[in-house]
């Protein structure tokens, strides 16, 4: 896809996110937007993407990176079911899971001051968006063939069984709207490792927050 947005420069390559890469890091972090109804979205950053893009990785590097914990609503929703999501879908269906992530992200997105990975199918509810709305959102945006590309990138995703390249070209479809709808920022993650990703996430996700100088 696209370049990312806002524009960054591209990060020096390399294999682990060093601390502190760019001058954004080690600032003070910005202030969470209030949103009209007056909640707060308390992450410093959520990330949202198609399933295997990289959320669950890139997230705890950004938590790593800036000394924040790190959270993921598919980890909150298994440890309160006390069973998998595989196992979540197989027994209860979709439907059922979804009412299970909507609480999850809602409790996470109330809870949760530092990085947020939530399920890739989470932004499918209206509800969830509206409550990303304004907040630093960051999509992971990987493409379909990158996914399929990837070791673990398909493997136990219930979504994913059987066809899993029809399967992850439909959900892309279907999804491309509401990632783009909730992202603050969109970090295109061809060509980028994980701790690449996370770097540039962070680069734009610190900036898209500093006050304007000078006008
Ligand atoms: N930029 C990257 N380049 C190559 N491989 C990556 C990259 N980011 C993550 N991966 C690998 O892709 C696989 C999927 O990553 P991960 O589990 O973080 O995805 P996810 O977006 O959290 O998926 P899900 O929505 O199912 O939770 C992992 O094996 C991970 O190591
Ligand atoms: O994209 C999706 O719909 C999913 C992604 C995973 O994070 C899990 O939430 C689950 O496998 C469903
Ligand atoms: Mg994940």
Same mark, same amino acid.
Request: hydrophobic share 40%; aromatic share 2%; proline share 10%.
């Given at each position: 896809m696209g370049a990312d947005h806002p524009s960054v420069d591209p990060p020096a390559r390399g294999g682990r996110l060093?601390?502190?890469?760019?001058?954004?890091?080690?600032?003070?972090?910005?202030?969470?937007?209030?949103r009209?109804?007056?909640? +707060? $979205?308390?992450?410093?950053?959520?990330l949202v993407g198609l399933p295997g893009a990289g959320k669950s990785t890139?997230?705890?590097?950004m938590a790593e990176h800036l000394g924040v914990g790190f959270r993921d609503t598919d980890?909150?929703?298994?440890?309160?079911a006390g069973r998998s999501v595989a196992q979540l879908f197989a027994q209860g269906g979709e439907h059922r899971f979804r009412e299970l992530e909507k609480a999850a992200v809602r409790t996470a997105l109330a809870e949760h001051?530092?990085?947020?990975?939530?399920?890739?199918?989470?932004? $499918?509810d209206p509800d969830t968006r509206g409550l990303l709305a304004g907040g630093p959102v960051v999509h992971v945006d990987?493409?379909? +063939?990158?996914?399929? %590309?990837? +070791?673990?990138?398909?493997?136990?995703?219930?979504?994913?069984? %059987?066809?899993a390249t029809a399967r992850l070209w439909e959900l892309a479809a279907q999804?491309?709207?509401?990632?783009?709808?909730?992202?603050r920022v969109t970090v295109p993650t061809r060509g980028?490792?994980?701790?690449?990703?996370?770097r540039v996430a962070l680069s734009l996700i610190l900036r898209s927050a500093a006050p304007l100088r000078g006008r």
């Open positions: 060093a601390r502190h890469p760019d001058p954004s890091a080690g600032r003070r972090p910005p202030a969470r937007p209030a009209p109804d007056g909640a +707060r $979205v308390r992450p410093l950053a959520v890139v997230g705890r590097l980890e909150d929703i298994e440890s309160g001051a530092g990085v947020l990975a939530l399920g890739g199918g989470a932004v $499918v990987a493409e379909v +063939r990158e996914v399929l %590309g990837r +070791r673990g990138g398909v493997a136990g995703r219930p979504l994913l069984a %059987g066809d999804r491309a709207p509401f990632y783009r709808e909730v992202a980028r490792d994980a701790a690449q990703v996370a």
